[in-house]
């Protein structure tokens, strides 16, 4: 196994900026959805916001990914790339997947928007999404197992009728924009490695309304629901502390999960 970055204060402070940089680039994003916006502007929107902060975008040119950001509408789990193609319409929902390296380190966070009026299925698999994400984050704390993580994830979205997807999951973050450990957000509870304080991760499932079945577009980068139900995502990163872990891409206040 990979080993796993024990990060210094020095590191997770550089960590922290990143993390908030990208946390406002994806706010700033967010108060522009709306009806008829294209997602290759949101693309420039985050090349340009990313840039005056200082950053650049991580995912710009990662193995080939062409733009600067994953556009994630509907039925796509994620990875979706933005093109001039996909427009935002009333009763859709979104995701939109932002990381920003700025001073050598990565901050990476997403969330998923409503664009105008969403239907009550929306409303619902946005909630547990979202839910599933913080139910992840409250099992971190040294000593804890990675294995906890997946548990309260999985937990959750079957309690509430939704179903987790399997083939991806969160990651190690630090210089390196993906890094040891691979964070399932399926479990068994007391599994995996015991987190130590120090390690930085993303914890992002992706939540679908119907099976938790996918498949891979002809693009090789898009990943949609195999029987086009709705999925829905929220990520933080996070790094594990002595009392429990601190979000270092913690949003600023506001509805984050709603685009009028």
Not at 104 to 111: K, P, W
Request: hydrophobic share 40%; net charge neutral.
């Amino acid at each position: 196994m990979p080993s796993i970055e024990i990060h210094t204060p020095r590191s997770v402070e550089a960590l922290r900026l990143a993390g908030r940089a990208a946390a406002a680039t994806l706010a700033t994003v967010a108060a522009r959805l709306a009806p008829g916006v294209r997602a290759d502007q949101i693309d420039q929107w985050v090349r340009e916001d990313t840039a005056r902060r200082g950053g650049r975008p991580s995912q710009l040119g990662y193995h080939g990914f062409p733009a600067s950001v994953c556009v994630s509408r509907n039925n796509v789990v994620c990875h979706g790339i933005p093109t001039a193609r996909e427009v935002l319409a009333d009763g859709d929902i979104v995701n939109v997947d932002v990381t920003t390296e700025l001073g050598g380190y990565h901050g990476d966070t997403s969330a998923t928007f409503f664009i105008g009026r969403p239907s009550p299925e929306a409303r619902h698999v946005v909630d547990v999404a979202r839910r599933c994400r913080d139910a992840g984050i409250a099992e971190v704390r040294d000593g804890a197992r990675l294995g906890d993580i997946g548990a309260a994830i999985d937990e959750l979205a079957r309690k509430e009728g939704c179903s987790v997807v399997r083939e991806y999951g969160g990651h190690g973050i630090g210089r390196s924009m993906h890094a040891a450990p691979h964070v399932s957000h399926v479990g068994r509870r007391g599994s995996g490695i015991r987190l130590r304080a120090g390690m930085v991760f993303t914890i992002e499932p992706m939540v679908n309304l119907g099976s938790a079945e996918v498949r891979l577009l002809e693009d090789e980068w898009t990943v949609v629901t195999a029987d086009g139900s709705l999925s829905a995502q929220f990520e933080h990163t996070v790094v594990v502390t002595r009392k429990g872990c601190e979000i270092l891409t913690r949003e600023p206040e506001m509805a984050m999960a709603v685009a009028l």
